[in-house]
Every structure is written in C-alpha cells, then in structure tokens.
C-alpha cells in the first residue's frame, strides 16, 4: 500500500460517518414507540409526533381525516336531497343556464317528472357547448354523462377509490327503498381530510355571519371568529398571541376537544358548544354578563 493510501485510509477512519437523509416518514417511525393496535391509538401516537414537531398541525389533520373516512360512510356526508340543486330534463336551455349559473356549481343530477328518476349528470361545460355550438343541442337529454348511483352505506375510503379510478366527481346516493337520499361529491370526500374547501362562489366569512344576536339576549359565534373580532365586538381582552380563533381559545382552557352542550365561563363570558365534530368545535353559544 502507498503512502497516499494508507494516508487516505487514515482520514477515512477518522471522518465520522454521515448521517443518512431520513423522510419525514420515517422519523415518525422512529418517534413511534409500540405498535398501534387501533386506528384511535394511532391517532394519538401521530399527536405525539405532532407535539415532538416531527410533523406540522396541518399534517396532523390530513393524516387524521385519512384515517377517519376509513370509518365514515357516504350518508354522513352526503347533501341531503332537499338541499340537492337538480334540473328538469324538460326545461328549456336558456332557463336552465340560468340556474346554472345563480347556483354557481358545475356538476348538476337531471331528473324526469319525479325527482327519483334521475336520468343523468350535466357538466356546466357541456351545457355551455350545447348552447353556443354551431349545431346548438335540441334538449338536455343530448348533453347528459352516466349517473352513478351508490348506496348511504358505501365507505368514503372506498368511495374515494372508485373516484380516482372513474374519474366521476358526482355520485347519487340511493336509500334503502330505492328513492333518491341526496348525492355526494368528491370534494365532499376531499374536505374530510384536507377540510373546508372554498371556491369563489362560496360566501365570504364577515362578522355578521360569524357572530348572531339571539333573541334571548345571547349570541350564535361561528368557533373561527378571530378572536380580536370577539374582542372588538365584546369589548373584551382575550389575548389572541398562542390561539388565532375564539374556538381554539375554548378548546384550549377546556382541555380537549369538546363535544356540544359542554360549558365554560371565562371572566363575564359564558360559553356553551353549540355544535361540534370529531374534528373540531364549530359553533358557540355565548352569554355576556355585566362586569363586577
């Protein structure tokens, strides 16, 4: 061996190894400590990750609701049929545009004489073909895509699946006596995991819609009212350095995530849940006393 060899071979074994790239994927592996047994142990191992950092809040909810629709099924988030907005198959091109438009969405189910005969789906593009193409459609049954129906008892992990591989955004879900229960979206699915998703035609959050005087004398607050609105409007002080939203503070003097009818009183605020999830507080029932 050459001088320069064995000098080589020297500073070799004197360089400390480097440490291998790792994913975050698998340093939550590390982090992990047992096997989990349940999908809820899992969950509160991930949380345990999340408080080391190994992972970031919006992770930890993505990875939550992943493991959630697991157990869901298409009823617990479907539109119900009364909030379904459906066409006639008999109406006109102009005036269903029209309908089109004022509701803003892009995929529409199209029904016959009954509302339970669902005839097919009509993408908002292909309405707008029909209309202004040089050979115009003569009625709706022209532009119609498949409808695909799909029972309430239908997982959402399953659901999500046929999705991606159908490429159908747009199921009707269908009760036990055959009639028609509401539909389901894939943004429907997509929300449960990733959460609340807007479009330009949802409406804007404003104080007026977050916070409602009740006739009682106390107020509906939307759990994301920020809380220097809360402050603003209450005159209060709540410090909003550590939590952004009135829910998050409640959350965190209540100590977990609490579920409706359960109570607190901060200062001359008394708050009761209103509405709640698996996933976070929603709306709050809040009485102002008089200060001491």
Known sequence: ???????????????????????????IS????????SSEDLVELLRDVQADGVIGPDTLRMME???????????????????MVALPADGKLLDLMKQVVASGHS??????????????ILLA????????????????????????????SKNLNVLLRE??????????VIDEYGGVAGLVTIEDVLEQIVGEIDDEHDDASDEGLLIAAQADGQFVVDALTPIADFNARFDADFDDDEYDTIGGLVTAEIGHLPEAGETLTLGRFSFRVARADARRLQALHVGVHAPE
């Open 65 to 83: 609701g992943a493991i959630a629709i697991a157990d869901m099924t298409v009823g617990d988030v479907m539109v119900a049929r009364a909030q």
């Open 163 to 172: 999705f991606r591989q159908s490429r159908n955004h747009m199921a009707i």
């Open 125 to 152: 593009k292909d309405l707008l073909r029909g209309v202004v193409a040089d050979n115009a459609a003569s009625s709706i049954h022209d532009l119609l895509r498949p409808v695909v129906l799909i029972p309430e």
């Open 107 to 120: 995929r529409f189910p199209v029904h016959g004489e009954d509302k339970d005969e669902i005839l097919g």
């Open 1 to 27: 061996m050459s001088e320069d060899d064995s000098r080589h071979t020297a500073d070799s074994d004197e360089r400390p190894a480097e440490k291998p790239h790792r994913s975050w994927l698998d340093r």
């Open 30 to 37: 590390a982090a992990l400590s047992g096997e989990p047994t």
